[in-house]
């Protein structure tokens, strides 16, 4: 179970380091590819970007599992987001008791520490400062979502490793991806820079309110699977209107 605010950081950090890795991109649905006619692989990739969730706002619930230098933690968790504007997340670790709060924004990260009756204030860049990465708000948003539009900027080209579909590249990483058999979603995305490696693994997705979206995701960072955490979603739906409550009690302390 989680016993600190440390070890939420973790989550958040980790994130980082593979998104980070991924792309730094703003979200865009232009597909670049070289100047000749499109392959039959090209187009899968073109039909693959179609799967992409644009939905204004989204409900996600299940259950997180993270393995940090061999100690394995676990929690429910519940995540709403509107898209280019706010992700709310809290997490349950035990007996269903709310222990963290947390609010991101474009510009500003704020966690809310029940257990230690302590709250944190930061902008959005300290997550970069911590992890060494250059990310924005829409790369972690479309990490959650399985969107591959992040990458359309970059040149796209079919993988000559058969263990893969489609290799791409972008400021000296590469990317490959793996599409899911028969639906237009990644099932895998291995990122590789200079010192570090992501592999990113979505479970089958499935069709809800006729939009396609993962029953999970798990990410190894440099392939040690001691360094990992996996999002298993009992629900992932369209709910627009949903509110984001978030307030600090008075008598918590700010964390610097």
Not at 43 to 68: I, Q
Not at 120 to 134: H, M, V
Not at 155 to 182: C, G, H, M, W
Request: aromatic share 10%; hydrophobic share 40%; glycine share 6%.
């Amino acid at each position: 179970m989680f016993v600190s605010v440390r070890s939420f950081f973790r989550i958040l950090l980790f994130l980082v380091l593979a998104t980070g890795t991924l792309t730094a991109c703003k979200s865009k649905r232009k597909l670049v590819v070289a100047e000749t006619p499109p392959s039959l692989e090209l187009l899968a990739w073109e039909k693959a970007l179609t799967g992409d969730l644009l939905s204004n706002e989204l409900s996600l619930a299940g259950e997180l599992n993270g393995t940090f230098g061999g100690s394995q933690q676990s929690s429910a968790f519940n995540i709403r987001i509107e898209r280019g504007k706010q992700i709310w997340m809290i997490l349950r670790p035990m007996l269903g008791i709310e222990a963290f709060r947390m609010l991101i924004t474009p510009d500003s990260l704020r966690i809310v520490d029940r257990l230690n009756r302590q709250y944190y204030e930061k902008p959005f860049s300290y997550l970069n400062q911590l992890a060494g990465t250059s990310i924005d708000y829409i790369t972690l948003e479309n990490l959650l979502l399985n969107n591959l539009g992040h990458l359309a900027d970059s040149p796209v080209e079919p993988s000559k490793n058969p263990a893969f579909d489609f290799i791409t590249s972008r400021d000296s990483i590469l990317y490959s991806i793996l599409l899911q058999p028969d639906q237009p979603k990644a099932r895998q995305l291995e990122a590789v820079s200079s010192n570090k490696k992501v592999n990113i693994v979505y479970g089958p997705a499935s069709l809800v309110d006729s939009l396609w979206v993962p029953s999970s995701i798990k990410a190894v960072l440099n392939g040690n699977e001691n360094s990992g955490i996996t999002l298993n979603f009992s629900k992932f739906a369209v709910e627009n209107g949903q509110t984001y409550p978030y307030s600090i009690p008075k008598n918590y302390s700010r964390v610097d």
